[in-house]
């Protein structure tokens, strides 16, 4: 069995930051890659960030050079930095990794940015 528990979501201005951790549990297995998606009220859900078992990181557009996401391997953890964040970013946030050939999800973390 494999848990992936997101923390650190909220509520936040126009231009603050929150960081979001997931801490991965449960069996041992080889991840090849972690991220992060969202989801907004009435629309897809779709890819944030990225990163793979090398630590290699991508993200979307929308979130280029404001989003960070990193990893704590020793912890099980990987974590998304936010800066300057939009009221377009609100949505819930889901953690996800890849061991192939199956993905595992996060319950979701809300994430609210008021104008």
């Known amino acids: 069995q494999v848990q992936l528990v997101e923390s650190g979501g909220g509520l936040v201005q126009a231009g603050g930051s929150l960081r979001l951790s997931c801490t991965v549990s449960?069996?041992?297995?080889?991840?090849?890659?972690m991220g992060w998606s969202r989801q907004a009220p009435g629309k897809q859900r779709e890819l944030v960030a990225v990163?793979?078992?090398?630590?290699?990181?991508n993200y979307s557009d929308a979130v280029k050079g404001r989003f960070t996401i990193s990893s704590d391997n020793a912890k099980n953890t990987v974590y998304l930095q936010m800066y300057n964040l939009k009221p377009e970013d609100t949505g819930v946030y889901y953690c996800?990794?890849?061991?192939?050939?199956?993905?595992?999800w996060g319950q979701g973390t809300q994430v609210t940015v008021s104008s």
């Open positions: 996800w990794l890849t061991s192939a050939p199956y993905d595992y």
């Open positions: 449960g069996r041992k297995f080889s991840i090849n890659a």
């Open positions: 990163i793979n078992s090398g630590g290699r990181s």
